[in-house]
């Protein structure tokens, strides 16, 4: 069962880049990379999720490097709506192990003004 | 598109009495999650159905919690009886698939927060 590791918490400034790092050392051949956002009162939401190398929305980016044992979420410009919990999932499209579907602590970020 | 539909949005009841939630998922999607989220910890899954199977169910508490997902649509959730460390936020979300594949990200609903005193 691949786990994940986020910092537990982080601060930025509105305007700046911010980029989240997740850990999954354990990291299976199938397994995809699943970023959810989720703020106070709300489920949480979908922002992007990736196999390899970069993936780019109108949100975010997520940057996979070649062994996959972590990846990076980039917010560009963030701004006070961003702050929010973010989580990392990792799991396969198969669901086996049920990886997809274990949320962890997640990143807290906050943005000041 | 209408999103997932979840009620009562608060309950709060006494310890050992019962309780159930309701979660209509986003028309069309098969798969179908039940998520209990304690304060400052991430959702963790209770159950998963896929149209009116169960897939997951390992961490349901079986002894107190049960869930059904009758015609394939709407979903149930009840705990009875009800203890302490069962106030949490209660979360359903649904996909077109199984989680994990291309395009199958998970809609979650706003939730239902539990209160047992």
């Known amino acids: 069962l691949a786990k994940t590791t986020q910092p537990i918490s982080m601060d930025s400034y509105e305007g700046q880049e911010v980029n989240i790092t997740c850990s999954h050392n354990?990291?299976?051949?199938?397994?995809?990379i699943t970023w959810y956002q989720q703020f106070p009162s709300q489920g949480p939401r979908f922002i992007i999720q990736g196999y390899k190398t970069k993936v780019t929305n109108e949100v975010a980016s997520l940057f996979i490097p070649a062994d996959r044992k972590s990846s990076t979420l980039s917010l560009p410009r963030v701004s006070l709506s961003d702050t929010a919990v973010y989580y990392c999932?990792?799991?396969?499209?198969?669901?086996?192990?049920?990886?997809?579907?274990?949320f962890g602590g997640g990143t807290r970020l906050m943005v000041k003004p | 598109e209408a999103g997932v539909a979840q009620s009562p949005r608060y309950k709060i009841i006494e310890k050992r009495q019962s309780v159930a939630f309701w979660c209509n998922p986003i028309?069309?999607?098969?798969?179908l999650y039940w998520y209990q989220q304690i304060l400052g910890q991430g959702p963790k899954l209770l159950i998963q159905f896929q149209n009116n199977g169960v897939v997951d169910d390992s961490q349901l508490p079986k002894d107190r919690f049960s869930a059904e997902r009758l015609k394939g649509v709407d979903s149930t959730l009840k705990i009875q009886p009800a203890k302490l460390e069962d106030s949490a936020v209660y979360l359903c979300?649904?996909?077109?698939?199984?989680?994990?594949?291309?395009?199958?990200?998970?809609?979650f609903g706003p939730g239902t927060r539990l209160t047992v005193l």
């Open positions: 979300a649904s996909s077109l698939g199984l989680a994990g594949a291309a395009d199958n990200e998970q809609f």
């Open positions: 028309s069309g999607h098969a798969t």
């Open positions: 999932l990792v799991g396969d499209q198969n669901n086996n192990a049920g990886n997809m579907l274990t």
């Open positions: 354990n990291i299976a051949t199938n397994d995809y």
